[in-house]
């Protein structure tokens, strides 16, 4: 039986979010509080692997791993050739071009080859230069990006922000956006051809919760008099299920599948049509 190896950040702020989303799609951790490498899951041919997030691209590219889960901007800074399975939607980030607030760049026709950029995404940063048909000196740093302006080593910086309340605070601006970001799960090309159908079990979980997010299903007894009633107020994404309920007056028990900005103004207009005895749970995954 073939084995899968998904890699996951070992810290982070995409770290627990990434495990969430694997013990959801049942995919439980059994080491994961041992800060073990390796962990195993409640699928005896499917382990869990630690790793830097920016590692992740070149691990699944290579096939450390087969599957992982990191963030655009890193598989690209990495120009790891991997298959993009899902947007996971969450982790949104922006790589921006920002200067100093006090600077004399506004905007990036203000930018001239003399000056300098620093950076910890040196090969976006330069597709990105190119493409503006500018040749400035990248600084490759690994932390503390936006200082480098203030003691004299850059002019401008290129910098991960999902809010630009950090770069504010840093007294940067926002020139330009580089690339937009999120998180997605990935994999390795030639696992993909070799462990199909386990790969694509994972993939299909997954799925499954992000379908099933900010869903409830709605769950009510309705007497038959009154369903044509509850049909017209009631959405949903596939049809209702009814069936019916063995009661002294005759009543059919219905369900459906609601977004849950629709639970609050629903279940008072069901109330009135005529529905009973509702009930509202959440849903984990939908397939």
Request: proline letters at 3%; a negative charge.
């Amino acid at each position: 039986m073939m084995k899968i190896k998904i890699a996951i950040p070992s810290k982070g702020r995409i770290s627990e979010p990434s495990i969430n989303i694997l013990e959801k799609a049942g995919l439980g951790l059994i080491d994961k509080n041992n800060r073990k490498l390796i962990s195993k899951t409640f699928n005896d041919d499917i382990e869990v692997m630690f790793a830097r997030a920016s590692d992740i691209p070149e691990f699944v590219n290579d096939g450390v791993a087969d599957m992982g889960i990191t963030g655009v901007d890193l598989i690209q800074e990495s120009e790891s050739d991997v298959e993009e399975l899902l947007d996971l939607r969450f982790g949104q980030t922006k790589l921006v071009l920002a200067a100093p607030e006090d600077s004399d760049i506004n905007c990036v026709e203000d930018i001239t080859n003399d000056m300098k950029v620093a950076t910890e995404f040196p090969v976006l940063t330069k597709k990105y230069l190119n493409e503006k048909g500018l040749d400035l000196k990248i600084v490759k740093l690994s932390g503390s990006t936006e200082a480098a302006p203030f003691i004299g080593i850059a002019d401008l910086i290129t910098d991960l922000t999902s809010t630009g309340t950090t770069l504010k605070m840093n007294h940067l601006e926002i020139i330009d956006t580089i690339l937009e970001s999120t998180i997605k799960l990935i994999a390795n090309h030639k696992s993909l051809e070799e462990k199909r159908e386990l790969i694509e079990s994972v993939s299909t979980s997954i799925k499954g919760v992000l379908d099933a997010d900010r869903k409830k299903l709605i769950m009510m007894n309705v007497y038959s008099d009154d369903l044509d009633k509850v049909k017209d107020v009631m959405p949903s994404m596939g049809g209702l299920t009814i069936s019916e309920v063995l009661s002294d007056k005759k009543t059919v028990a219905v369900q459906a599948v609601i977004d849950e900005k629709e639970v609050f103004e629903l279940v008072n207009d069901l109330r009135n049509a005529g529905a009973h005895d509702i009930l509202v749970v959440p849903i984990e995954r939908i397939i």
